[in-house]
């Protein structure tokens, strides 16, 4: 079988098509038990040949729910627009952005099941998008919007990631980033504007049972940002008690 094709499929294989709270009419295949989901995935991984990596795409993130929902609420910001969604896990915000009427839409993230997991979540809400699975986070994009959802959860994703957007917003993108306060969202954001607060039900890769989840628009002048972190950094509930740290297994956690 083709990677792309064995891909799709075990992506289909190990989700089922459901919806939350937030975004009734956005159905996207998503697993129920991720953390075991991920702990499967290591026989697929030693028969391909490739690394385990945290099944970011079967799982709706909090920051990407709140950027898909803002986009769905206001599809002004997105008609017949170039939207690229980076860091994209399973593409909902991808998919929200062509839901709501936006001309072309780019998926970007480096994970090859997410590339799938978009794929098959474009075909389940009757839209196309465009997968990119190349690291674009050094380049520049010239994308009318760029979305993001929960993407500053490691350091070396968040200090790769801020560049990216403050650069697309300097060349005149609408940025809009969904976070529900990771480890590593800048601080002070004197250049963000805060446009949407969601009250969203997590799952238990989580702590606590709802998070509160911001949207925000960069500006598009650039004020100079300090990366403050903050000390705590994220892991999920479950895989804390059992000892293991998410920061130390993905490829996406890494330090570049
Ligand atoms: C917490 S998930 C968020 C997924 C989605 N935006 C959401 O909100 O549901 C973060 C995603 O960032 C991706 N990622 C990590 N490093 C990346 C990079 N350099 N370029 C693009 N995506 C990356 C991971 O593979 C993962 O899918």
């Not at 079988?1 to 098509?17: C, G, I, K, S, Y």
């Not at 702990?39 to 030693?46: G, I, N, S």
């Not at 306060?181 to 607060?197: C, F, I, K, S």
Request: net charge neutral; with cysteine; aromatic share 6%.
């Amino acid at each position: 079988m083709n990677p792309d094709a064995e891909a799709e499929q075990f992506v289909r294989a190990h989700t089922r098509l459901s919806t939350t709270p937030l975004l009734p009419e956005l159905p996207l295949h998503l697993s129920d038990d991720v953390v075991d989901l991920w702990e499967r995935m290591t026989d697929r991984a030693a028969a391909l040949g490739t690394t385990v990596e945290l099944p970011y795409w079967a799982s709706s993130w909090p920051g990407g729910q709140a950027v898909a929902r803002y986009v769905l609420d206001h599809p002004d910001l997105v008609v017949g627009k170039r939207v690229l969604d980076v860091a994209s896990g399973s593409g909902l915000i991808g998919i929200a952005a062509a839901r709501a009427g936006a001309a072309h839409v780019q998926v970007n993230d480096i994970d090859k099941l997410c590339e799938a997991s978009a794929l098959v979540n474009a075909a389940a809400n009757g839209v196309t998008v465009e997968p990119l699975t190349d690291d674009i986070l050094d380049a520049t994009t010239d994308a009318d919007v760029v979305v993001v959802g929960d993407a500053f959860y490691a350091k070396g994703l968040a200090d790769r990631m801020l560049p990216f957007v403050r650069r697309a917003a300097r060349a005149g993108a609408l940025v809009l980033v969904g976070d529900p306060g990771r480890a590593y969202l800048p601080q002070p954001r004197t250049d963000w504007r805060r446009v949407a607060t969601y009250r969203i039900p997590v799952t238990d890769l989580e702590q606590g049972e709802v998070k509160v989840t911001g949207v925000w628009r960069l500006r598009a002048r650039s004020l100079p940002l300090r990366a403050e972190q903050q000390r705590d950094a994220y892991q999920p509930r479950r895989a804390r008690a059992a000892g293991r740290s998410v920061a130390g297994r993905g490829r996406a956690n890494r330090k570049p």
